[in-house]
């Protein structure tokens, strides 16, 4: 589900399978622009987010199957509907954590409109400051399958 969105990014950079490796130092990630040493703040952020929240939704799902469910697995669909959610919910604590009241603590607008641009749905259609208002479904780019944008 990490590869199909970030596919949707419109970056030089295939998705692949992230290693062990990449798992565990996913906050060190940087993605570098063509052939420069200019790093891409949005796509390395982006990454590191899509890397480290479903890692954390496999190990909470791998406890809540163990402890909570006896051994049972959850459905596809609901595995997605989780993961969509997880996402939804990351973009918006980013939008929030750009507001002022957070005076020097907050996000720049600038990093988190990088670091979604292009995976939102229907981007093309949102306001120039879509950060400052509340739209709702304006979230990633991708559903769950129960009809209900993935949330539920």
């Known amino acids: ?6 596919s949707k990014k419109k970056t030089n950079i295939p998705w692949r399978a992230p290693t062990i490796g990449d798992i565990i130092g996913c906050g060190l990630a940087r993605i570098y622009g063509d052939g420069t040493e200019k790093i891409l703040q949005g796509e390395s952020r982006l990454w590191k987010l899509l890397i480290a929240q479903s890692a954390h939704l496999i190990w909470a799902l791998h406890c809540e199957r163990v402890i909570r469910n006896e051994g049972r697995n959850f459905t596809e669909n609901k595995i997605r509907n989780r993961w969509v959610k997880k996402v939804n919910d990351l973009l918006e604590l980013n939008r929030n954590m750009t507001h002022r009241k957070y005076d020097k ?5 600038r990093l988190v409109l990088q670091t ?3 995976i ?3 981007e093309d259609r949102l306001p120039r400051d879509w950060m400052d208002y509340w739209i709702d479904r304006v979230l990633v780019g991708t559903t769950g399958r129960d009809g209900n944008g993935g949330v539920g």
């Open 120 to 122: 939102l749905v229907n």
């Open 1 to 6: 589900m990490a590869g199909e969105l970030w």
């Open 116 to 118: 979604w641009k292009g």
């Open 105 to 109: 603590k907050a996000l720049s607008k």
